[in-house]
Nanobody, 127 residues
């Protein structure tokens, strides 16, 4: 069983930056693809970014390309999401998720490949 705990959310003004962290415990982190998803109020959860277990071919949603960067530190069992140039429409609960199937590429954009999920951290961007 893998436990994922997100942190780093908060309130930020439009144009600002935040770094989210997701710490994993209880599994072989280096073998997992890791993804970030978000759910805005009244909307369905959507894909944000993913990094495969190889850390090659990162995947981003079009809405965050050029503004968000996903990275991982296998020594710390942690995945990060550096968010810059934040917009009010980025307001959401952000979830990290772990994929144990060694998926690559576009498959990492799909929720069903992720077996483990964190509880989420709220990001609020004020205008």
């Amino acid at each position: 069983q893998v436990q994922l705990v997100e942190s780093g959310g908060g309130l930020v003004q439009a144009g600002g930056s935040l770094r989210l962290s997701c710490a994993a415990a209880g599994g072989a982190f280096r073998n997992y693809g890791m993804g970030w998803f978000r759910q805005a109020p009244g909307k369905e959860r959507e894909f944000v970014a993913a990094i495969p277990w190889t850390a090659i071919r990162l995947v981003y949603a079009d809405s965050v390309k050029g503004r968000f960067i996903i990275s991982r530190d296998n020594a710390k069992n942690t995945v990060y999401l550096q968010m810059s140039s934040l917009k009010p429409e980025d307001t959401a609960v952000y979830y990290c998720a772990a994929d144990a199937s060694r998926s690559q590429g576009m498959r990492l954009m799909t929720e069903r490949w992720y077996a483990y999920w964190g509880q989420g951290t709220l990001v609020t961007v004020s205008s």
